[in-house]
């Protein structure tokens, strides 16, 4: 019997539409942006995309994490913005989201605001053990027999 996976419960970030020289729309995406959320970020960004503002400012400044699939959503709104002649700008993108977009090749394609406090080229890095599992076992063993 083939195995059903659960739909994704559509997250429903903040939505602020408003006014600054022409119209712009600002979603603010609140949650981690993955596999789980896409479907509900994407809803509010065809939401906002659908008054044809003259810019979309995607905010990310709350959001914990980018996946692959966020990656994707993103590039795919702004691929749609750009059809209809809207500029989308992705706003507070943290150390590991701008990792992902430039290990995805994004890092050119879609426009940031660059933050003032955080260098734009920098390195996303991951801290591992320094102790190896060979010598946890050794230490770990050595301490049981003592």
């Not at 994407?42 to 979309?56: C, I, V």
Request: proline share 8%; aromatic share 2%; net charge negative.
């Amino acid at each position: 019997m083939p195995c059903a996976l659960p739909t994704p419960t559509p997250a429903r970030p903040d939505l602020q539409v408003g006014e600054a020289q022409g119209s712009t729309a600002v979603v603010r995406v609140g949650v981690e942006l993955d596999l789980a959320t896409a479907a509900g970020v994407r809803l509010e960004l065809l939401d906002a995309l659908a008054s044809t503002p003259d810019r979309l400012v995607v905010d990310l400044s709350d959001c914990p994490f980018l996946g692959a699939t966020g990656a994707q959503l993103l590039l795919s709104a702004h691929l749609r913005a750009g059809s209809q002649g809207t500029r989308m700008t992705l706003r507070g993108c943290g150390p590991q989201a701008r990792w992902v977009l430039r290990l995805a090749a994004l890092d050119d394609v879609l426009e940031q605001e660059s933050a003032p406090d955080v260098p734009e080229q920098g390195s996303y890095a991951v801290s591992l053990p320094t102790t190896s599992v060979v010598e946890a076992k050794a230490s770990s063993g050595s301490a049981s027999s003592a």
